[in-house]
């Protein structure tokens, strides 16, 4: 196995519209992140991922980007970001931006010019179709934010494509020119000095033309209406080819860290995507383990909500662990912007927060791959108590609001369950730093609410708290410092029928660690196989006191206990 600094390393996700606001105007900003680069470094991260900081009209709150080169106006300016990013590196951390370049925003200069007329040069920077043989959008394909994924245009009588919002324009990647623009806009960043990108969507970049150009419609999954178009566009025919042209043009020229977000992703595409020899990215994000708790083929998408199952988890970790060795890289992560919280979604956000999201964290270190925190999950921040629309920001949820209670007459509450339950706004409240109004994050008025429980959920209060989540995430990122094998070693499951219990053994020559957690409320046996001989188990870490004297072998863990032992 090669080592890497980015096999080594914990990313940090910070969401800049969350993370501090310096001028109290209620947005978080860049001057607001170089203020609190001491938390990242007293957390103990390696690299962090910064969501897109650039000019937008924030349709998708900056996933709609109207120039690559230029700061946000509300975010600072390219100064501010030079102050950032010098401190990062003063402090040895790394930054990775995010790169947006599936679509831009329809404000974008290329697209003003683009929908102008059909013989603009920038025309072809976007993919345009004719309406259907019967009139109407051209495929059944269904845009990620709602409605269909076709938005007219009438100074040039056709339509073109967005898969997410209307404002959201697919670049079209099949044009040479537009690729040679973004790798112009990625050496950009790269010369001033930032260290990789996490690519938002990349693997849809590749739409699946067929000969005669044609987009074919997306695999019906809800008979009746439009169709996900993810199906169709996930795994395009030419992605490998751009992905390595990238790789030829932009990053093999740098030392940087690269990751794919890459929503349907198979262990096949993780391994050809990020296999050393012939792949072109580190790792991806894929999202088997965000769908556990999907109902497939339901109406409202990913709003169709049910009870994740451990072993469900098991097999789709245990696949990715698996047959990723030594053919590519796994990232970990159970928390983003687009993800509720991990607490509120897999662990338990009331009597049982504190351990339960410790246990989560032990449960994500101790995988092989790469961690990725997000702000606020090393907190143990919980989902929001949203009390109807006038609280939502994201256009998913607005739309999705819109749609089911104004459009077709859903029930209110159950729409506003699901939303409580899915919602990207979860993760999207202010980051909480004190107990103070608004949780030390603006002086003025947030953008969005701050989750009320800042008074006891906060950085401060963790900080001088030694059985805190925060202390907890500090002392697992300093372990996995100090431990190659928690790096490098094979992943091993044990115990894998445990209806309770989520065990592994991390082997690295003749190290072996033990990983064991309690995913649930109750006491849970655990038995070590018998074929493990061990007559030592030195305690690595735990979320609850443990008793050294304790006889390893067979003992009762307490509802959501983790640990991690050293096995001798
Ligand atoms: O997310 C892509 C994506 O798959 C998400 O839309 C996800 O499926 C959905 O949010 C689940 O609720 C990336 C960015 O992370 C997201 O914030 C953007 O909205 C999207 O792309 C468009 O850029
Ligand atoms: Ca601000």
Not at 117 to 125: A, F, G, K, L, T
Not at 153 to 164: K, V
Request: with cysteine.
């Amino acid at each position: 196995m090669n080592r890497s600094w980015w096999k080594e390393s914990v990313v940090y996700q910070i969401y800049p519209r969350s993370f501090q606001d310096s001028n109290g105007d209620g947005i978080g900003d860049l001057p607001g992140i170089t203020s609190r680069v001491g938390h990242l470094k007293t957390l103990g991260v390696d690299v962090v991922w910064l969501s897109p900081v650039y000019r937008s009209p924030n349709d998708d709150n900056g996933y709609d980007i109207s120039d690559y080169r230029d700061i946000m106006a509300e975010f600072g300016t390219l100064a501010d970001f030079d102050t950032m990013l010098e401190a990062l590196h003063r402090h040895g951390i790394k930054l990775m931006m995010d790169l947006v370049v599936n679509h831009s925003s329809d404000e974008h200069a290329w697209f003003r010019q683009a929908r102008a007329s059909r013989d603009n040069p920038y025309h072809d920077y976007y993919i345009w179709r004719a309406p259907a043989d019967g009139g109407g959008p051209p495929n059944n394909w269904e845009a990620a934010f709602g409605g269909s994924a076709w938005e007219w245009n009438e100074a040039t009588g056709e339509y073109y494509l967005h898969l997410f919002s209307k404002k959201q324009p697919d670049l079209n990647w099949e044009n040479p020119r537009l690729r040679s623009e973004v790798y112009d806009l990625m050496h950009f960043w790269l010369g001033k000095g930032v260290d990789g990108f996490r690519m938002d969507v990349i693997n849809m970049i590749s739409k699946p033309y067929g000969p005669d150009g044609r987009l074919p419609d997306a695999p019906v999954v809800k008979p009746g209406f439009l169709q996900p178009a993810f199906g169709a566009v996930t795994n395009g025919p030419r992605l490998l080819e751009h992905l390595r042209e990238m790789k030829r043009e932009v990053l093999r020229h740098y030392d940087c860290i690269t990751v794919g977000e890459a929503p349907c992703a198979t262990t096949r595409q993780g391994m050809e995507l990020t296999n050393e020899q012939g792949g072109a990215l580190n790792m991806l994000f894929q999202f088997e383990h965000m769908e556990l708790d999907s109902v497939p083929g339901h109406p409202w998408g990913k709003w169709g909500c049910k009870p994740f199952e451990l072993r469900d988890l098991k097999a789709s970790m245990t696949r990715w662990q698996d047959e990723l060795v030594g053919r590519g890289w796994n990232s970990l992560y159970l928390s983003n912007h687009d993800q509720p919280r991990p607490v509120s979604r897999f662990g338990d956000d009331g009597a049982q927060r504190v351990v339960s999201a410790k246990m989560l964290a032990t449960f994500l270190h101790g995988l092989q791959g790469t961690p990725y925190v997000y702000q606020g999950e090393e907190l143990g921040m919980t989902n929001f108590p949203f009390r109807g629309p006038e609280d939502l920001r994201d256009i998913e949820s607005i739309n999705f609001w819109r749609e089911a209670v104004d459009g077709r007459g859903e029930d209110r509450a159950a729409v506003l369950d699901a939303i409580r339950r899915k919602g990207r706004d979860n993760a999207r409240t202010p980051m909480q730093w004190d107990a103070t109004p608004n949780a030390g994050f603006t002086s003025g008025t947030p953008w969005i609410a701050v989750n009320p429980n800042h008074a006891e959920i906060n950085v401060a209060a963790e900080y001088d708290d030694p059985d805190s989540v925060f202390q907890h995430y500090r002392r697992l990122i300093a372990l996995r410092r100090s431990q190659p094998a928690l790096v490098y070693g094979r992943y091993r499951p044990i115990l894998a029928e445990h209806p309770q219990i989520y065990a592994w053994l991390r082997t690295l020559y003749d190290d072996r660690l033990l990983v064991v957690c309690n995913f649930t409320a109750s006491p849970a046996e655990f038995r070590l196989p018998d074929e493990l001989d061990v007559v030592r188990w030195p305690l690595l870490i735990a979320n609850y006191a443990v008793d050294p004297a304790q006889d390893l072998r067979c003992f009762a863990l307490r509802p959501y206990e983790a640990r991690i032992h050293r096995l001798q």
